[in-house]
């Protein structure tokens, strides 16, 4: 049995997929190729470890916040800012390294810049589709956007291998810029989806928190998930 591509036929879900397609792709090419910057400009394998570090930082911290900030602003409106930023510090990687800078702190700067926005836009494109999916279709949505993403993950180093022969290191992250376009597009082509109510992202923030604190098994399952990403990346 194949996957349920019946959220396919909604038009805005469609543009969003298709969108995402590109956009996860481009984010492995660029998270490869900063780890391979990172090494050329200091010859070293700790240091890498160290660029991922970086970007882990922002990632759970934004992390943390980014659902409960969807759920308080206009969720289209956070996807084009943080769509947006993601873009503009893919350029600045790509002028980084095209004007042959040998800052590895400025790719670390530009790096934590880049994944705190993914961290708060990736949470936001989940919280959109049950607001453009029929409610009995967001499973079937979200299992087919979860097959994009473990795709991209393959796909995406794959390409950096074959890419940066071809059109050199630089070049990679001007063509996850570029990928981003498509996810914009299918951005701009969506209504305003305002929040629904509620308290705001704070205060949901420290609600989850101390329901956590209350259920020490719940609470473990997000700790050894941390301990695998951080020791993992």
């Known amino acids: 049995v194949g996957p349920d591509l019946r959220p396919l036929r909604v038009p805005a879900y469609r543009r969003l997929f298709f969108g995402q397609v590109f956009t996860v792709i481009g ?12 090494f050329d400009l200091t010859g070293s394998s700790a240091w890498v ?12 911290i934004f992390g943390l916040l980014g659902g409960a900030i969807a759920d308080t602003y206009d969720r289209r409106t956070l996807l084009i800012i943080t769509s947006t930023g993601i873009a ?13 800078s040998e800052s590895v702190w400025t790719v670390f700067a530009l790096l934590a810049l880049q994944q705190a926005f993914f961290a708060v836009n990736q949470p936001t494109r989940s919280a959109i589709i049950p607001r453009i999916v029929p409610i009995e279709m967001v499973p079937s949505a979200n299992a087919l956007g979860m097959t994009v993403f473990s ?3 393959i796909v995406g180093p794959l ?16 063509i996850d810029a570029l990928t981003l376009v498509a996810i ?3 951005v701009l082509r969506l209504p305003r989806i305002p929040p629904l109510g509620g308290r705001r992202g704070r205060a949901k923030v420290v609600d989850g928190l101390r329901y956590l604190w209350l259920k020490p098994l ?3 399952t997000f700790v050894v998930d941390i301990i695998a ?5």
């Open 27 to 38: 984010a492995m090419i660029t998270a490869v190729a900063v780890q391979q910057q990172v």
């Open 184 to 186: 914009l597009y299918a």
């Open 229 to 233: 990403m951080v020791f993992g990346m």
């Open 151 to 153: 795709i991209g993950v």
């Open 88 to 100: 503009v510090t893919s350029v600045g990687l790509w002028l980084a390294a095209l004007g042959g």
């Open 159 to 174: 390409l950096v291998g074959v890419l940066i022969p071809l059109v050199g290191l630089a070049w990679l992250y001007f």
């Open 49 to 60: 470890g160290f660029a991922s570090l970086v970007a882990l930082v922002p990632l759970v």
């Open 218 to 220: 719940l609470l473990m």
